[in-house]
């Protein structure tokens, strides 16, 4: 079982800046994938970021190349987005996701979620 909790999501005119957070606890020490969804309104829920597990190599849809920095701290399990030069289409619910497998690719067989944190960017 992984329990995963977010943190850090608030309200930002365009052009700022917020950096989520997301800890994920697992009883057995199993290795934990994890990464970054988001959800508009209205809209289907979609992949935003995910690192592998050696920490390394990030993922990012194109929306956000560039202005989002994925990062995690593997001896923590704790994973961040960092959200620069924020657009208002970025307004969503974040959600924070993990699972124990390899398999999947970057944003497939996600198992465990977060409760998700509100983005809300300004025009």
């Known amino acids: 079982q992984v329990h995963v909790a977010e943190s850090g999501g608030g309200s930002v005119q365009a052009g700022g800046s917020l950096k989520l957070s997301c800890e994920a606890s697992?009883?057995?020490?199993?290795?934990?994938?994890m990464a970054w969804f988001r959800q508009a309104p209205g809209k289907e829920r979609e992949g935003v970021a995910a690192i592998l597990n050696d920490g390394v190599t990030p993922f990012y849809t194109d929306s956000v190349k560039g202005r989002f920095t994925i990062s995690r701290d593997s001896a923590k399990n704790t994973l961040y987005l960092q959200m620069n030069n924020l657009k208002p289409e970025d307004t969503a619910i974040y959600y924070c996701a993990a699972r124990l497998s390899s398999g999947g690719g970057y944003f497939g067989a996600y198992k465990y979620w977060g409760q998700g944190t509100q983005v809300t960017v300004s025009s």
């Open positions: 697992e009883s057995s020490g199993s290795t934990i994938w």
